[in-house]
Each structure stands twice: as structure tokens, then as C-alpha cells.
């Protein structure tokens, strides 16, 4: 059974870093594709990064984001992390952590979803 786990969330000024988890069972991080999404209020739900597990795990980052966010993994702690620097108020918003499914056409349609966890940036 998947299971996907998100933590790290809080309150940050802007110009702050803040590193976000996700926390994998039931399938291997190093196998599988992931991604991280966030929603903020009000607005639909976009991608921020995907590592694709059918172009040689490679990371695809979302414009917006390109140069202060980096994911990594550890493969013992079957781990993803986001780490964002140089946050803004406009990267506010509940992130999640997805996985399985396909990257396609620069778009990562994910199977499973974990909740979320809140980031907020905000002198």
C-alpha cells in the first residue's frame, strides 16, 4: 500500500528557506516517479517539480521555481526532499507530495497523493 507523508511546513519570512519531506512506503523512491505540488488559496493546484522515473530520474522543475528549489532523495530513508530557498509570498500555498503515473508533455500526472503540508511566507 502507498503511502506518502509530507512534513516540514511552517511559517517563514520571505528571503527564507524552509526544507520540505516526504516520506515514502509501499514502493521505492529510487524506482518510482515523484513530485512535489502546491495549492494556494483560492487557486488551482500546480506542479512544482517531478523526478521521472522513465527519463533516467531526472528533475523537472516549474518555471517559478527554477534555481531556489532542489529535490533530492535518500534511498535509506526512502525520502524526498524539497528544499526551497529565496522564498516568496507567492510560493504560499499546502504542498504535496505525489507519486507513480507518468510525465508527459511537461506535465506530471501522478496515482497517489499524500496530504499536504502548509507553507506560508510572510514578513
Known amino acids: 500500500q502507498v503511502q506518502l507523508v509530507e512534513s516540514g511546513g511552517g511559517l517563514v519570512q520571505p528571503g527564507g528557506s524552509l526544507r520540505l519531506s516526504c516520506s515514502a512506503s509501499g514502493f521505492s523512491v529510487d524506482r518510482y516517479s515523484t513530485g512535489w505540488f502546491r495549492q494556494a488559496p483560492g487557486k488551482e493546484r500546480e506542479g512544482v517539480s517531478c523526478?521521472?522515473?522513465?527519463?533516467?530520474?531526472?528533475?523537472y522543475y516549474a518555471d517559478s521555481v527554477k534555481g531556489r528549489f532542489t529535490v533530492s532523495r535518500d534511498s535509506a530513508e526512502n525520502t524526498v526532499y524539497l528544499d526551497m530557498n529565496d522564498l516568496e509570498p507567492e510560493d504560499t500555498g499546502l504542498y504535496f507530495c505525489a507519486a507513480g503515473g507518468i510525465y508527459f508533455s511537461g506535465t506530471y500526472h501522478p496515482d497517489y497523493w499524500g496530504k499536504g503540508t502548509q507553507v506560508t511566507v510572510s514578513a
Open positions: 523526478t521521472s522515473a522513465h527519463n533516467g530520474m531526472t528533475t
